[in-house]
Protein backbone atom coordinates (compact mmCIF):
# COMPACT_ATOMS: atom_id res chain seq x y z
CA UNK A 1 0.00 0.00 0.00
CA UNK A 2 1.77 3.37 -1.24
CA UNK A 3 2.52 6.05 2.02
CA UNK A 4 0.96 9.27 2.02
CA UNK A 5 3.36 11.07 -0.57
CA UNK A 6 2.78 7.97 -2.63
CA UNK A 7 -0.75 8.16 -2.67
CA UNK A 8 -0.37 11.80 -3.31
CA UNK A 9 1.31 11.25 -6.43
CA UNK A 10 -1.16 9.03 -7.49
CA UNK A 11 -3.52 11.14 -7.06
CA UNK A 12 -2.01 13.92 -9.26
CA UNK A 13 -1.38 11.37 -12.25
CA UNK A 14 -5.07 10.97 -12.12
CA UNK A 15 -6.36 14.19 -11.97
CA UNK A 16 -4.74 13.91 -15.71
CA UNK A 17 -6.40 10.48 -16.84
CA UNK A 18 -9.36 10.20 -14.69
CA UNK A 19 -10.69 13.26 -14.30
CA UNK A 20 -10.15 15.18 -17.78
CA UNK A 21 -13.57 13.94 -19.04
CA UNK A 22 -15.64 15.59 -16.37
CA UNK A 23 -13.39 17.93 -15.65
CA UNK A 24 -13.72 19.64 -19.14
CA UNK A 25 -17.88 19.56 -18.52
CA UNK A 26 -18.24 23.11 -17.40
CA UNK A 27 -17.37 24.11 -20.96
CA UNK A 28 -20.77 23.01 -21.91
CA UNK A 29 -23.39 21.29 -19.24
CA UNK A 30 -24.16 24.88 -17.83
CA UNK A 31 -24.88 26.17 -20.75
CA UNK A 32 -26.63 23.49 -21.93
CA UNK A 33 -28.82 23.22 -19.15
CA UNK A 34 -29.55 26.88 -19.80
CA UNK A 35 -30.62 26.41 -22.82
CA UNK A 36 -33.16 29.13 -24.03
CA UNK A 37 -34.51 26.26 -26.54
CA UNK A 38 -35.78 24.32 -23.32
CA UNK A 39 -38.21 26.81 -22.70
CA UNK A 40 -37.59 27.60 -19.31
CA UNK A 41 -36.90 31.09 -18.36
CA UNK A 42 -33.80 31.93 -16.82
CA UNK A 43 -35.24 33.65 -13.57
CA UNK A 44 -33.24 33.62 -9.99
CA UNK A 45 -35.34 30.77 -8.96
CA UNK A 46 -34.61 28.62 -11.91
CA UNK A 47 -30.72 29.19 -12.39
CA UNK A 48 -30.57 28.16 -8.51
CA UNK A 49 -33.09 25.27 -9.50
CA UNK A 50 -30.28 23.93 -12.42
CA UNK A 51 -26.99 25.20 -10.68
CA UNK A 52 -28.32 22.32 -7.51
CA UNK A 53 -29.65 20.27 -9.92
CA UNK A 54 -26.05 19.90 -11.54
CA UNK A 55 -24.34 19.94 -7.69
CA UNK A 56 -26.26 17.20 -6.42
CA UNK A 57 -25.69 15.36 -9.92
CA UNK A 58 -22.10 15.47 -8.75
CA UNK A 59 -22.50 13.85 -5.43
CA UNK A 60 -25.30 10.99 -5.82
CA UNK A 61 -23.77 9.90 -8.86
CA UNK A 62 -20.18 10.70 -8.51
CA UNK A 63 -19.23 10.96 -5.21
CA UNK A 64 -21.75 8.06 -3.48
CA UNK A 65 -22.56 5.75 -6.22
CA UNK A 66 -18.51 5.78 -7.98
CA UNK A 67 -16.11 7.00 -5.34
CA UNK A 68 -18.27 5.13 -2.32
CA UNK A 69 -19.59 1.98 -3.85
CA UNK A 70 -18.70 1.07 -7.35
CA UNK A 71 -15.16 1.89 -6.66
CA UNK A 72 -15.34 -1.19 -3.82
CA UNK A 73 -16.22 -4.11 -6.76
CA UNK A 74 -13.03 -4.32 -8.75
CA UNK A 75 -11.75 -7.21 -10.28
CA UNK A 76 -8.80 -7.92 -8.49
CA UNK A 77 -8.28 -3.92 -8.07
CA UNK A 78 -8.88 -4.07 -11.68
CA UNK A 79 -12.40 -2.08 -13.00
CA UNK A 80 -14.21 -0.74 -16.24
CA UNK A 81 -16.92 -2.59 -17.53
CA UNK A 82 -15.48 -5.58 -19.21
CA UNK A 83 -13.87 -6.13 -15.60
CA UNK A 84 -17.07 -5.56 -14.39
CA UNK A 85 -18.62 -8.53 -16.49
CA UNK A 86 -15.65 -11.01 -15.93
CA UNK A 87 -16.10 -10.73 -12.24
CA UNK A 88 -20.31 -11.14 -12.45
CA UNK A 89 -19.32 -14.37 -14.42
CA UNK A 90 -16.92 -15.81 -11.92
CA UNK A 91 -19.23 -15.12 -9.07
CA UNK A 92 -21.66 -17.14 -10.74
CA UNK A 93 -24.64 -14.79 -11.93
CA UNK A 94 -24.00 -16.13 -15.21
CA UNK A 95 -25.65 -19.32 -15.06
CA UNK A 96 -28.40 -20.75 -16.00
CA UNK A 97 -31.33 -19.14 -17.69
CA UNK A 98 -30.20 -15.32 -17.04
CA UNK A 99 -26.84 -16.31 -18.00
CA UNK A 100 -27.47 -15.28 -21.49
CA UNK A 101 -29.34 -11.87 -20.44
CA UNK A 102 -26.61 -10.44 -18.18
CA UNK A 103 -23.76 -11.16 -20.90
CA UNK A 104 -26.37 -9.19 -23.60
CA UNK A 105 -26.55 -6.90 -21.09
CA UNK A 106 -22.22 -6.21 -20.74
CA UNK A 107 -21.71 -6.02 -23.94
CA UNK A 108 -24.49 -3.16 -24.50
CA UNK A 109 -22.41 -1.29 -22.02
CA UNK A 110 -19.27 -2.22 -23.84
CA UNK A 111 -20.70 -0.88 -27.17
CA UNK A 112 -22.12 2.30 -25.72
CA UNK A 113 -18.63 2.73 -24.44
CA UNK A 114 -17.22 3.06 -27.87
CA UNK A 115 -19.74 5.84 -28.17
CA UNK A 116 -19.37 7.81 -25.30
CA UNK A 117 -15.21 7.25 -26.67
CA UNK A 118 -15.98 9.14 -30.64
CA UNK A 119 -18.14 12.09 -28.69
CA UNK A 120 -15.86 12.66 -26.02
CA UNK A 121 -13.04 14.14 -27.84
CA UNK A 122 -15.63 15.71 -30.26
CA UNK A 123 -17.44 17.64 -28.10
CA UNK A 124 -14.90 18.23 -25.71
CA UNK A 125 -12.20 19.67 -28.05
CA UNK A 126 -14.88 21.59 -30.11
CA UNK A 127 -16.24 23.25 -26.78
CA UNK A 128 -12.76 24.62 -25.59
CA UNK A 129 -12.43 26.23 -29.75
CA UNK A 130 -15.30 27.64 -29.42
CA UNK A 131 -14.10 30.25 -26.71
CA UNK A 132 -12.34 31.95 -29.65
CA UNK A 133 -15.60 33.05 -30.88
CA UNK A 134 -16.33 35.21 -27.32
CA UNK A 135 -13.36 37.15 -28.75
CA UNK A 136 -14.58 37.81 -31.70
CA UNK A 137 -16.79 36.70 -34.41
CA UNK A 138 -14.06 36.69 -36.87
CA UNK A 139 -13.35 33.30 -35.42
CA UNK A 140 -16.23 32.04 -36.12
CA UNK A 141 -15.71 30.08 -39.71
CA UNK A 142 -12.55 28.80 -38.96
CA UNK A 143 -13.60 26.69 -35.33
CA UNK A 144 -14.70 23.61 -36.84
CA UNK A 145 -11.35 23.40 -39.17
CA UNK A 146 -9.56 24.64 -36.32
CA UNK A 147 -11.69 22.00 -34.31
CA UNK A 148 -10.53 19.26 -36.80
CA UNK A 149 -6.90 19.71 -36.94
CA UNK A 150 -6.18 19.39 -33.32
CA UNK A 151 -7.99 16.14 -33.27
CA UNK A 152 -6.29 14.69 -36.29
CA UNK A 153 -2.95 15.63 -34.76
CA UNK A 154 -4.35 14.46 -31.46
CA UNK A 155 -4.70 10.66 -33.13
CA UNK A 156 -1.67 11.36 -35.54
CA UNK A 157 0.54 11.15 -32.50
CA UNK A 158 -0.96 8.07 -30.77
CA UNK A 159 1.68 5.67 -32.07
CA UNK A 160 4.52 7.62 -30.50
CA UNK A 161 2.80 6.61 -26.94
CA UNK A 162 2.26 9.23 -24.08
CA UNK A 163 4.80 8.52 -22.03
CA UNK A 164 6.56 11.61 -23.20
CA UNK A 165 4.06 13.76 -22.48
CA UNK A 166 1.66 11.81 -19.57
CA UNK A 167 3.65 13.15 -17.12
CA UNK A 168 2.56 16.95 -17.98
CA UNK A 169 -1.15 15.76 -17.89
CA UNK A 170 -1.59 15.99 -14.05
CA UNK A 171 -0.14 19.43 -13.45
CA UNK A 172 -2.00 20.60 -16.36
CA UNK A 173 -5.32 19.08 -14.99
CA UNK A 174 -4.27 20.65 -11.82
CA UNK A 175 -3.99 24.41 -13.05
CA UNK A 176 -7.37 23.53 -14.84
CA UNK A 177 -8.93 22.64 -11.69
CA UNK A 178 -7.37 25.67 -9.65
CA UNK A 179 -7.95 28.07 -12.78
CA UNK A 180 -11.98 26.42 -12.93
CA UNK A 181 -12.00 27.16 -8.99
CA UNK A 182 -10.59 30.81 -9.34
CA UNK A 183 -13.02 31.80 -12.10
CA UNK A 184 -15.97 30.25 -10.11
CA UNK A 185 -15.28 31.85 -6.75
CA UNK A 186 -14.59 35.47 -8.22
CA UNK A 187 -18.12 35.19 -10.29
CA UNK A 188 -19.51 34.12 -6.78
CA UNK A 189 -18.44 36.73 -4.70
CA UNK A 190 -19.72 39.01 -7.20
CA UNK A 191 -23.98 37.28 -6.46
CA UNK A 192 -23.35 35.20 -3.45
CA UNK A 193 -26.78 34.69 -3.78
CA UNK A 194 -25.88 31.54 -5.70
CA UNK A 195 -24.71 29.83 -2.43
CA UNK A 196 -28.43 29.00 -1.83
CA UNK A 197 -28.72 26.21 -4.49
CA UNK A 198 -26.70 23.80 -1.74
CA UNK A 199 -30.32 23.39 -0.74
CA UNK A 200 -31.75 20.34 -2.56
CA UNK A 201 -35.53 21.85 -2.40
CA UNK A 202 -34.33 24.30 -5.55
CA UNK A 203 -32.77 21.28 -7.75
CA UNK A 204 -36.60 19.21 -6.26
CA UNK A 205 -38.60 22.48 -8.08
CA UNK A 206 -36.32 22.57 -10.81
CA UNK A 207 -36.65 18.68 -12.13
CA UNK A 208 -40.57 18.74 -11.21
CA UNK A 209 -41.57 21.99 -11.53
CA UNK A 210 -42.49 22.82 -15.39
CA UNK A 211 -43.40 19.96 -16.91
CA UNK A 212 -42.20 18.47 -19.84
CA UNK A 213 -39.31 20.96 -19.63
CA UNK A 214 -38.39 19.82 -16.37
CA UNK A 215 -37.97 16.16 -17.95
CA UNK A 216 -35.73 17.87 -20.91
CA UNK A 217 -33.51 19.53 -19.33
CA UNK A 218 -32.37 16.59 -17.67
CA UNK A 219 -30.90 15.27 -20.50
CA UNK A 220 -28.14 18.62 -20.36
CA UNK A 221 -27.90 18.14 -16.47
CA UNK A 222 -26.52 15.01 -17.18
CA UNK A 223 -24.02 16.33 -18.65
CA UNK A 224 -22.14 17.65 -15.76
CA UNK A 225 -21.33 14.02 -14.81
CA UNK A 226 -19.98 12.80 -17.79
CA UNK A 227 -16.54 10.85 -17.53
CA UNK A 228 -17.61 9.53 -14.26
CA UNK A 229 -17.35 5.96 -15.68
CA UNK A 230 -13.89 6.53 -15.94
CA UNK A 231 -13.17 6.68 -12.19
CA UNK A 232 -14.25 2.83 -12.31
CA UNK A 233 -12.34 2.31 -15.57
CA UNK A 234 -8.97 3.71 -14.10
CA UNK A 235 -8.89 2.01 -10.75
CA UNK A 236 -6.20 -0.04 -11.77
CA UNK A 237 -3.99 2.25 -12.58
CA UNK A 238 -4.34 4.63 -9.46
CA UNK A 239 -5.92 2.72 -6.72
CA UNK A 240 -9.16 3.60 -5.02
CA UNK A 241 -7.40 5.94 -2.59
CA UNK A 242 -6.08 8.29 -5.15
CA UNK A 243 -8.79 8.56 -7.06
CA UNK A 244 -11.00 9.45 -4.04
CA UNK A 245 -7.91 11.55 -3.05
CA UNK A 246 -8.06 13.66 -6.08
CA UNK A 247 -12.24 13.90 -6.52
CA UNK A 248 -12.47 15.49 -2.77
CA UNK A 249 -9.18 17.33 -2.46
CA UNK A 250 -9.25 18.82 -6.09
CA UNK A 251 -11.78 18.05 -8.85
CA UNK A 252 -15.23 18.01 -7.19
CA UNK A 253 -14.04 21.95 -5.26
CA UNK A 254 -13.01 23.33 -8.73
CA UNK A 255 -16.03 21.70 -10.30
CA UNK A 256 -18.48 22.89 -8.04
CA UNK A 257 -17.52 26.31 -7.59
CA UNK A 258 -17.24 26.66 -11.17
CA UNK A 259 -20.53 25.44 -11.57
CA UNK A 260 -21.75 28.15 -9.09
CA UNK A 261 -19.99 30.48 -10.59
CA UNK A 262 -21.61 30.10 -13.94
CA UNK A 263 -25.14 30.11 -12.16
CA UNK A 264 -23.81 33.80 -10.00
CA UNK A 265 -23.03 35.14 -13.38
CA UNK A 266 -26.14 34.24 -15.54
CA UNK A 267 -28.37 35.94 -12.24
CA UNK A 268 -26.22 39.01 -12.80
CA UNK A 269 -25.88 39.30 -16.22
CA UNK A 270 -28.56 36.92 -18.03
CA UNK A 271 -27.79 37.33 -21.41
CA UNK A 272 -24.43 35.53 -20.58
CA UNK A 273 -26.12 32.51 -21.18
CA UNK A 274 -24.22 32.35 -24.92
CA UNK A 275 -21.42 30.92 -23.23
CA UNK A 276 -21.48 31.36 -19.59
CA UNK A 277 -18.05 29.51 -19.23
CA UNK A 278 -15.68 31.74 -21.41
CA UNK A 279 -17.86 34.65 -20.36
CA UNK A 280 -17.37 34.11 -16.56
CA UNK A 281 -13.46 34.55 -17.17
CA UNK A 282 -12.02 38.47 -16.50
CA UNK A 283 -11.45 39.97 -20.22
CA UNK A 284 -7.28 39.51 -20.40
CA UNK A 285 -7.90 35.76 -18.96
CA UNK A 286 -10.20 35.32 -22.54
CA UNK A 287 -7.45 33.44 -24.75
CA UNK A 288 -4.78 31.83 -21.93
CA UNK A 289 -8.24 30.23 -20.87
CA UNK A 290 -9.00 29.35 -24.21
CA UNK A 291 -5.35 27.86 -24.36
CA UNK A 292 -5.69 26.17 -21.28
CA UNK A 293 -8.97 24.58 -22.10
CA UNK A 294 -7.54 23.07 -25.35
CA UNK A 295 -5.16 20.81 -23.67
CA UNK A 296 -7.82 20.20 -21.10
CA UNK A 297 -9.75 18.55 -23.52
CA UNK A 298 -6.94 17.35 -25.46
CA UNK A 299 -6.04 15.41 -22.09
CA UNK A 300 -9.52 14.18 -21.91
CA UNK A 301 -9.77 12.91 -25.47
CA UNK A 302 -6.70 11.11 -24.52
CA UNK A 303 -7.85 9.25 -21.67
CA UNK A 304 -10.53 7.77 -23.42
CA UNK A 305 -8.97 6.93 -26.53
CA UNK A 306 -6.75 4.98 -24.34
CA UNK A 307 -9.74 3.65 -22.58
CA UNK A 308 -10.71 2.49 -26.34
CA UNK A 309 -7.60 0.28 -26.47
CA UNK A 310 -7.60 -1.27 -23.50
CA UNK A 311 -11.48 -1.88 -23.81
CA UNK A 312 -10.65 -3.10 -27.59
CA UNK A 313 -7.53 -5.39 -25.89
CA UNK A 314 -9.59 -7.04 -22.79
CA UNK A 315 -12.70 -8.11 -25.63
CA UNK A 316 -10.24 -9.37 -27.76
CA UNK A 317 -8.23 -11.32 -24.87
CA UNK A 318 -12.16 -12.24 -23.50
CA UNK A 319 -12.92 -13.57 -27.32
CA UNK A 320 -15.96 -11.04 -27.86
CA UNK A 321 -13.07 -9.28 -30.95
CA UNK A 322 -10.53 -10.92 -33.30
CA UNK A 323 -7.31 -10.47 -32.49
CA UNK A 324 -5.93 -6.75 -33.84
CA UNK A 325 -2.21 -5.20 -34.26
CA UNK A 326 -1.29 -3.88 -30.67
CA UNK A 327 1.48 -1.94 -29.98
CA UNK A 328 3.27 -1.46 -26.59
CA UNK A 329 4.16 1.96 -26.80
CA UNK A 330 6.05 1.74 -23.26
CA UNK A 331 8.81 -0.84 -22.24
CA UNK A 332 8.28 0.07 -18.30
CA UNK A 333 4.19 0.58 -18.68
CA UNK A 334 2.21 -2.41 -19.69
CA UNK A 335 -0.95 -0.45 -19.79
CA UNK A 336 0.04 2.27 -22.65
CA UNK A 337 -1.10 0.59 -26.07
CA UNK A 338 -1.50 1.73 -29.11
CA UNK A 339 -4.21 -0.07 -31.87
CA UNK A 340 -4.06 1.18 -35.15
CA UNK A 341 -7.37 -0.34 -36.10
CA UNK A 342 -9.51 1.42 -33.32
CA UNK A 343 -7.26 4.58 -33.45
CA UNK A 344 -8.07 5.50 -37.42
CA UNK A 345 -11.85 3.93 -37.52
CA UNK A 346 -12.87 6.21 -33.64
CA UNK A 347 -10.57 8.90 -35.73
CA UNK A 348 -12.71 8.82 -38.69
CA UNK A 349 -16.27 8.65 -36.55
CA UNK A 350 -14.96 11.97 -34.04
CA UNK A 351 -14.22 13.91 -37.65
CA UNK A 352 -18.13 12.75 -39.26
CA UNK A 353 -19.60 13.98 -35.38
CA UNK A 354 -17.75 17.42 -35.48
CA UNK A 355 -18.36 18.07 -39.38
CA UNK A 356 -21.94 16.76 -39.14
CA UNK A 357 -23.21 18.43 -35.65
CA UNK A 358 -20.84 20.82 -36.34
CA UNK A 359 -21.57 22.75 -33.04
CA UNK A 360 -20.98 21.51 -29.03
CA UNK A 361 -24.62 22.38 -28.83
CA UNK A 362 -25.52 19.89 -31.74
CA UNK A 363 -23.28 17.39 -30.08
CA UNK A 364 -25.02 17.75 -26.40
CA UNK A 365 -27.98 16.02 -27.89
CA UNK A 366 -25.73 12.87 -28.69
CA UNK A 367 -23.59 12.81 -26.19
CA UNK A 368 -26.08 11.91 -22.82
CA UNK A 369 -27.38 8.33 -24.38
CA UNK A 370 -23.76 7.05 -24.55
CA UNK A 371 -22.96 7.95 -21.08
CA UNK A 372 -26.02 7.04 -19.35
CA UNK A 373 -26.65 3.88 -21.00
CA UNK A 374 -23.04 2.79 -19.75
CA UNK A 375 -23.55 3.87 -16.51
CA UNK A 376 -26.96 1.96 -16.15
CA UNK A 377 -25.47 -1.15 -17.25
CA UNK A 378 -22.67 -0.50 -14.16
CA UNK A 379 -24.59 0.07 -11.60
CA UNK A 380 -27.11 -3.07 -12.81
CA UNK A 381 -24.26 -5.61 -12.81
CA UNK A 382 -22.55 -3.73 -9.67
CA UNK A 383 -25.72 -5.88 -7.86
CA UNK A 384 -24.83 -8.67 -9.09
CA UNK A 385 -21.22 -8.26 -7.55
CA UNK A 386 -21.88 -7.08 -4.30
CA UNK A 387 -24.40 -9.76 -3.61
CA UNK A 388 -22.64 -12.76 -5.41
CA UNK A 389 -18.81 -12.15 -5.01
CA UNK A 390 -18.59 -9.97 -1.86
CA UNK A 391 -21.83 -11.53 -0.08
CA UNK A 392 -23.52 -8.44 1.06
CA UNK A 393 -27.18 -8.72 2.73
CA UNK A 394 -30.08 -8.67 0.06
CA UNK A 395 -31.65 -5.68 1.13
CA UNK A 396 -27.99 -4.00 1.11
CA UNK A 397 -27.33 -4.64 -2.50
CA UNK A 398 -31.42 -4.10 -3.41
CA UNK A 399 -31.17 -0.87 -1.68
CA UNK A 400 -28.08 0.45 -2.83
CA UNK A 401 -27.88 -0.44 -6.03
CA UNK A 402 -31.49 0.57 -6.38
CA UNK A 403 -31.58 3.66 -5.79
CA UNK A 404 -28.79 4.76 -8.09
CA UNK A 405 -30.49 2.70 -10.56
CA UNK A 406 -33.59 4.58 -10.26
CA UNK A 407 -31.30 7.89 -11.03
CA UNK A 408 -29.47 6.45 -13.52
CA UNK A 409 -32.77 5.23 -15.61
CA UNK A 410 -34.31 8.43 -15.13
CA UNK A 411 -31.61 10.47 -16.55
CA UNK A 412 -31.26 7.66 -19.18
CA UNK A 413 -34.50 8.50 -20.06
CA UNK A 414 -34.10 12.01 -20.69
CA UNK A 415 -31.31 11.33 -22.93
CA UNK A 416 -33.41 9.06 -24.84
CA UNK A 417 -35.62 11.89 -25.30
CA UNK A 418 -33.29 13.71 -27.74
CA UNK A 419 -32.76 10.42 -29.81
CA UNK A 420 -34.11 12.14 -32.89
CA UNK A 421 -31.77 15.53 -31.93
CA UNK A 422 -28.82 13.23 -32.36
CA UNK A 423 -28.92 10.43 -29.82
CA UNK A 424 -28.87 8.01 -32.64
CA UNK A 425 -25.30 8.26 -33.54
CA UNK A 426 -23.64 6.61 -30.15
CA UNK A 427 -26.50 4.43 -30.42
CA UNK A 428 -25.69 3.18 -34.23
CA UNK A 429 -21.75 2.97 -32.83
CA UNK A 430 -23.05 0.90 -30.45
CA UNK A 431 -25.68 -1.36 -32.54
CA UNK A 432 -22.68 -2.17 -35.26
CA UNK A 433 -20.15 -2.93 -32.26
CA UNK A 434 -22.40 -5.29 -30.51
CA UNK A 435 -23.52 -6.98 -33.82
CA UNK A 436 -19.63 -7.69 -34.15
CA UNK A 437 -19.04 -8.82 -30.91
CA UNK A 438 -21.54 -11.31 -31.09
CA UNK A 439 -21.42 -12.22 -34.33
CA UNK A 440 -17.22 -12.88 -33.19
CA UNK A 441 -18.26 -14.50 -29.85
CA UNK A 442 -20.78 -16.73 -32.22
CA UNK A 443 -18.73 -17.77 -35.26
CA UNK A 444 -15.92 -18.76 -32.74
CA UNK A 445 -18.29 -21.15 -30.71
CA UNK A 446 -19.39 -22.54 -34.11
CA UNK A 447 -16.03 -22.82 -35.56
CA UNK A 448 -15.32 -24.76 -32.51
CA UNK A 449 -17.95 -27.15 -32.62
CA UNK A 450 -16.84 -28.28 -36.21
CA UNK A 451 -13.11 -28.70 -35.64
CA UNK A 452 -14.53 -30.79 -32.50
CA UNK A 453 -16.73 -32.94 -34.48
CA UNK A 454 -14.03 -33.20 -37.50
CA UNK A 455 -11.33 -34.34 -35.20
CA UNK A 456 -10.77 -37.18 -33.48
CA UNK A 457 -10.04 -36.82 -29.35
CA UNK A 458 -6.32 -35.93 -28.59
CA UNK A 459 -5.66 -38.86 -26.28
CA UNK A 460 -6.98 -41.95 -27.86
CA UNK A 461 -5.42 -40.53 -30.95
CA UNK A 462 -2.11 -40.79 -29.79
CA UNK A 463 -2.58 -44.15 -28.62
CA UNK A 464 -3.50 -45.19 -31.62
CA UNK A 465 -0.67 -43.55 -33.15
CA UNK A 466 1.57 -44.89 -31.39
CA UNK A 467 0.80 -48.32 -31.32
CA UNK A 468 2.49 -47.94 -34.97
CA UNK A 469 4.76 -45.10 -34.42
CA UNK A 470 5.91 -42.81 -37.55
CA UNK A 471 9.39 -42.60 -37.44
CA UNK A 472 10.87 -39.80 -34.74
CA UNK A 473 12.70 -36.55 -35.52
CA UNK A 474 15.00 -34.68 -33.39
CA UNK A 475 13.36 -31.39 -32.18
CA UNK A 476 10.10 -30.45 -30.24
CA UNK A 477 7.08 -29.57 -31.92
CA UNK A 478 4.64 -26.97 -30.51
CA UNK A 479 0.90 -27.60 -31.84
CA UNK A 480 -1.44 -24.20 -30.73
CA UNK A 481 -5.18 -26.19 -30.43
CA UNK A 482 -8.31 -24.49 -29.22
CA UNK A 483 -8.97 -27.52 -27.01
CA UNK A 484 -7.86 -29.55 -24.28
CA UNK A 485 -8.59 -33.02 -25.53
CA UNK A 486 -9.21 -31.79 -29.57
CA UNK A 487 -6.64 -33.62 -32.10
CA UNK A 488 -5.16 -30.22 -33.84
CA UNK A 489 -5.43 -29.98 -37.66
CA UNK A 490 -2.24 -29.19 -37.70
CA UNK A 491 -0.73 -32.66 -36.15
CA UNK A 492 -3.35 -34.38 -38.42
CA UNK A 493 -2.23 -32.68 -41.49
CA UNK A 494 1.48 -32.85 -40.45
CA UNK A 495 1.48 -36.52 -40.28
CA UNK A 496 -0.49 -36.71 -43.87
CA UNK A 497 2.40 -34.72 -45.46
CA UNK A 498 5.47 -35.42 -43.78
CA UNK A 499 4.45 -39.32 -41.67
CA UNK A 500 6.95 -38.01 -39.06
CA UNK A 501 6.79 -37.38 -35.34
CA UNK A 502 9.24 -35.24 -33.36
CA UNK A 503 10.89 -36.44 -30.34
CA UNK A 504 8.71 -34.40 -28.25
CA UNK A 505 5.55 -32.88 -29.05
CA UNK A 506 3.25 -29.94 -26.33
CA UNK A 507 0.01 -29.29 -27.40
CA UNK A 508 -0.80 -25.96 -26.05
CA UNK A 509 -3.82 -24.56 -25.47
CA UNK A 510 -4.18 -20.46 -24.49
CA UNK A 511 -6.62 -19.68 -21.99
CA UNK A 512 -7.62 -16.34 -20.80
CA UNK A 513 -9.63 -16.14 -17.88
CA UNK A 514 -12.32 -14.13 -16.21
CA UNK A 515 -9.01 -12.56 -14.04
CA UNK A 516 -7.00 -9.34 -14.65
CA UNK A 517 -4.10 -10.98 -14.26
CA UNK A 518 -2.77 -14.91 -13.64
CA UNK A 519 0.70 -15.16 -11.04
CA UNK A 520 3.29 -16.98 -12.71
CA UNK A 521 3.41 -20.07 -10.57
CA UNK A 522 -0.26 -20.39 -11.44
CA UNK A 523 0.24 -19.79 -15.08
CA UNK A 524 1.05 -23.37 -16.61
CA UNK A 525 -0.65 -27.00 -16.04
CA UNK A 526 1.70 -29.66 -17.98
CA UNK A 527 -0.14 -33.29 -18.32
CA UNK A 528 1.59 -36.18 -20.03
CA UNK A 529 -0.74 -38.21 -22.42
CA UNK A 530 1.18 -40.15 -24.15
CA UNK A 531 5.30 -41.03 -24.66
CA UNK A 532 7.10 -37.64 -24.88
CA UNK A 533 4.11 -36.08 -25.47
CA UNK A 534 1.96 -33.33 -23.33
CA UNK A 535 -0.84 -31.42 -23.20
CA UNK A 536 -0.43 -27.86 -21.90
CA UNK A 537 -2.77 -24.91 -20.84
CA UNK A 538 -1.18 -21.69 -20.81
CA UNK A 539 -3.57 -19.22 -18.83
CA UNK A 540 -3.62 -15.07 -18.73
CA UNK A 541 -5.58 -12.55 -17.51
CA UNK A 542 -7.75 -10.37 -19.62
CA UNK A 543 -5.26 -7.65 -19.07
CA UNK A 544 -2.64 -9.49 -20.26
CA UNK A 545 -0.78 -10.36 -23.66
CA UNK A 546 -0.30 -13.95 -23.95
CA UNK A 547 3.22 -15.00 -24.58
CA UNK A 548 4.05 -18.67 -25.68
CA UNK A 549 7.54 -18.39 -25.80
CA UNK A 550 7.61 -17.58 -22.26
CA UNK A 551 5.13 -20.14 -21.37
CA UNK A 552 7.88 -22.70 -22.64
CA UNK A 553 10.68 -21.15 -21.05
CA UNK A 554 8.25 -21.70 -18.04
CA UNK A 555 7.37 -25.17 -19.18
CA UNK A 556 9.44 -28.43 -17.49
CA UNK A 557 7.88 -31.47 -19.27
CA UNK A 558 10.63 -34.15 -18.76
CA UNK A 559 13.07 -32.31 -17.04
CA UNK A 560 15.27 -31.25 -19.98
CA UNK A 561 14.82 -27.37 -20.82
CA UNK A 562 13.19 -26.07 -24.32
CA UNK A 563 15.79 -24.93 -26.61
CA UNK A 564 14.53 -22.18 -28.60
CA UNK A 565 15.94 -23.08 -31.89
CA UNK A 566 14.95 -26.58 -31.88
CA UNK A 567 11.43 -25.82 -31.59
CA UNK A 568 8.72 -26.06 -34.33
CA UNK A 569 5.53 -24.41 -33.85
CA UNK A 570 2.74 -25.70 -36.54
CA UNK A 571 -0.48 -23.74 -36.45
CA UNK A 572 -3.87 -24.60 -37.85
CA UNK A 573 -4.84 -21.76 -40.83
CA UNK A 574 -8.43 -22.22 -41.44
CA UNK A 575 -10.09 -20.73 -44.43
CA UNK A 576 -13.85 -20.11 -43.81
CA UNK A 577 -16.20 -20.75 -46.37
CA UNK A 578 -20.22 -19.70 -45.86
CA UNK A 579 -22.64 -22.45 -46.22
CA UNK A 580 -24.15 -22.72 -49.27
CA UNK A 581 -27.29 -23.77 -48.36
CA UNK A 582 -27.12 -21.63 -45.23
CA UNK A 583 -30.38 -19.65 -44.35
CA UNK A 584 -30.48 -15.96 -46.37
CA UNK A 585 -30.92 -13.85 -42.92
CA UNK A 586 -27.64 -15.10 -41.57
CA UNK A 587 -25.86 -15.25 -44.31
CA UNK A 588 -24.69 -11.71 -43.75
CA UNK A 589 -23.28 -12.83 -40.13
CA UNK A 590 -20.92 -16.05 -41.93
CA UNK A 591 -19.74 -13.50 -43.92
CA UNK A 592 -18.67 -10.93 -41.71
CA UNK A 593 -17.34 -13.42 -39.26
CA UNK A 594 -15.64 -14.96 -41.95
CA UNK A 595 -14.23 -11.35 -43.19
CA UNK A 596 -12.69 -10.68 -39.68
CA UNK A 597 -11.26 -13.85 -39.57
CA UNK A 598 -9.45 -13.01 -42.72
CA UNK A 599 -8.38 -9.97 -41.64
CA UNK A 600 -7.31 -10.91 -38.09
CA UNK A 601 -3.92 -10.05 -36.71
CA UNK A 602 -1.64 -13.35 -37.32
CA UNK A 603 -1.58 -15.95 -34.20
CA UNK A 604 2.26 -15.78 -34.84
CA UNK A 605 2.34 -12.27 -33.96
CA UNK A 606 -0.41 -11.94 -31.12
CA UNK A 607 1.37 -15.07 -29.26
CA UNK A 608 4.80 -13.75 -29.74
CA UNK A 609 6.07 -16.87 -31.83
CA UNK A 610 8.92 -16.85 -34.08
CA UNK A 611 8.28 -16.21 -37.20
CA UNK A 612 11.20 -18.34 -38.84
CA UNK A 613 9.93 -21.43 -36.74
CA UNK A 614 6.42 -21.41 -37.78
CA UNK A 615 5.01 -23.90 -40.23
CA UNK A 616 1.30 -22.89 -41.17
CA UNK A 617 -0.88 -25.83 -42.71
CA UNK A 618 -4.48 -24.78 -43.97
CA UNK A 619 -7.70 -26.50 -44.47
CA UNK A 620 -11.28 -25.24 -45.61
CA UNK A 621 -14.38 -25.53 -43.23
CA UNK A 622 -18.38 -24.59 -44.19
CA UNK A 623 -19.77 -22.13 -41.78
Not at 5 to 17: D, I
Not at 420 to 448: H, S, Y
Not at 530 to 538: G, S
Request: with cysteine; charged share 15%; net charge positive.
Amino acid sequence: MPGKRGTGLLALLALGVVYGDIGTSPLYAAKETFNPEHGIPLSQANILGGVSAIFWSLMLIVSLKYVVLVLRATNRGEGGIMALLSLVISGGACRGRRSAGLLLIGLVGAALFYGDAVLTPAISVLSAIEGLEVGTPVFKPYVVPIAAGVLIALFAIQRLGTGAVGLLFGPVCALWFVSLAAVGAWNIAKAPAVMAAFNPVHALEFALGHGAASFTVLGSVLLAVTGAEALYADVGHFGARAIRLAWFAVAAPGLVLNYFGQGALLIAHPSAIANPFYLACPGWALYPMVGLATAATVIASQATISGAYSLTRQAIQLGYLPRMTIVHTSARTIGQIYIPTVNWIVLVAVLVAVLGFGSSSGLASAYGVAVMGTMVVTTFLTFFVLRDQFHYPLWLCVTATGFFLTIDTVFFAAAAHKIFEGGWFPLAIAIVVLAIMLTWRRGRERLRIRLREGSPPLREFLRALLLHPPQRIPGTAVFLTGGTDVTPNALLHSLKHYKVLHERNVFLTVQVTEFPSIPVEGRLESERIAENCWRVTARYGFMEQPDVTDALELWSGDGTPVEPAEVSYFLSREKLVPHARGRRRKRWRDRLFAAMARNAASVTYFFNIPANRVVELGTRIEI
